[in-house]
């Protein structure tokens, strides 16, 4: 699995919310490219453990780290225990989050404020935290993961699309920040991709009407996720800066009145 001529060769790096979909296939697609990895889960132990064998299995160096993002000093933890593992980081992908569908109406204070502690709150300080490691080592990259639902809406999502509309903006508030001492903040805006809690979390759920509804014709899958992060994460992305990259198969540039 792992290469010592990848993209990501002898790069250190910290992968949130890893134990399965989005995350792990992230995770792995930087063993794959070279990259050292820590993985990350706040309850799927069994998922990040797999892919940490799979990793050592192959020759890379991996390990996992629960922790609980929507409280600050387990962002902290995280990432000063992942630097100790690894011996410095270089890269941060802030992918922990949760998807929840909810009524307008219906959003209790709780609510709200458990997608904003992890989705928004913890990616902030997981990056604040991983920023004074990456400065010992002479900077890295952080690539934060939005989504789709931060540039158009879609009932039910009225918190959700908000976690994500902010990550898009304070992607480039602090790429501004932090360009200057040679950490470069992007985003990744996923759009509709297949992972395996869409079989148990929605009635009904068919692959092929979402791919009907895409103009590429297909749902997307994690790797396509993954291989974006790598680019964002590599140098060949030096001189990209606070962008936020859309993986969506042309979801976004579809006109909503337009029929396929």
């Given at each position: 699995?792992?290469?010592?001529?990848?993209?990501l060769?002898g790069?250190?790096?910290?992968?949130?919310g890893?134990?399965?979909?989005?995350?792990?296939?992230?995770?792995l697609?930087?063993?794959?490219?070279?990259?050292?990895?820590?993985?990350?889960?706040?309850?799927?132990?069994h998922?990040?453990?797999?892919?940490?064998e799979?990793?050592?299995?192959?020759?890379?160096k991996?390990?996992?780290?629960?922790?609980?993002?929507?409280?600050?000093?387990?962002?902290?933890r995280?990432v000063?225990?992942?630097?100790?593992?690894?011996?410095?980081l270089?890269?941060?992908v802030?992918?922990?989050?949760?998807?929840?569908?909810?009524?307008f109406?219906?959003?209790?204070?709780?609510?709200f404020?458990?997608?904003?502690?992890?989705?928004?709150?913890?990616?902030?300080?997981?990056?604040?935290?991983?920023?004074?490691?990456?400065?010992?080592?002479?900077?890295?990259?952080?690539?934060?993961?939005?989504?789709?639902?931060?540039?158009?809406?879609?009932?039910?999502?009225?918190?959700?699309?908000?976690?994500?509309?902010?990550?898009?903006?304070?992607?480039?508030?602090v790429?501004?920040?932090l360009?200057?001492?040679?950490?470069?903040?992007?985003?990744?805006?996923?759009?509709?991709?297949?992972?395996?809690?869409?079989?148990?979390?929605?009635?009904?759920?068919?692959?092929?009407?979402?791919?009907?509804q895409?103009?590429?014709?297909?749902?997307?899958q994690?790797?396509?996720?993954?291989?974006?992060?790598v680019?964002?994460?590599?140098?060949?992305a030096?001189?990209i800066?606070?962008?936020?990259?859309?993986?969506?198969?042309?979801?976004?540039?579809?006109?909503?009145?337009?029929?396929?």
């Amino acid at each position: 699995m792992t290469t010592s001529n990848g993209k990501l060769a002898g790069k250190l790096a910290l992968i949130t919310g890893s134990g399965t979909g989005i995350g792990r296939e992230v995770a792995l697609e930087f063993a794959r490219q070279g990259a050292n990895v820590v993985l990350h889960y706040a309850a799927s132990k069994h998922g990040a453990e797999s892919a940490v064998e799979e990793i050592t299995a192959s020759g890379g160096k991996a390990c996992a780290i629960q922790a609980d993002l929507g409280n600050v000093d387990e962002c902290f933890r995280l990432v000063d225990s992942a630097a100790t593992f690894l011996g410095g980081l270089d890269i941060l992908v802030n992918n922990a989050g949760i998807t929840e569908v909810w009524d307008f109406f219906d959003v209790t204070p709780q609510q709200f404020d458990q997608l904003y502690h992890v989705n928004i709150r913890g990616q902030f300080f997981c990056a604040q935290r991983a920023a004074q490691q990456l400065l010992k080592r002479g900077g890295g990259a952080i690539v934060n993961m939005t989504s789709v639902h931060g540039f158009a809406g879609m009932p039910g999502h009225s918190v959700y699309a908000g976690t994500k509309g902010a990550i898009c903006a304070w992607t480039r508030e602090v790429a501004i920040e932090l360009a200057g001492k040679n950490i470069r903040v992007n985003a990744v805006a996923p759009g509709w991709i297949e992972v395996e809690s869409h079989y148990t979390k929605y009635d009904g759920y068919d692959v092929n009407s979402g791919a009907r509804q895409i103009p590429r014709r297909r749902v997307g899958q994690p790797i396509d996720i993954a291989k974006a992060c790598v680019f964002l994460a590599s140098e060949d992305a030096d001189f990209i800066i606070g962008h936020v990259m859309l993986v969506d198969g042309g979801t976004t540039a579809l006109m909503s009145l337009a029929t396929l």
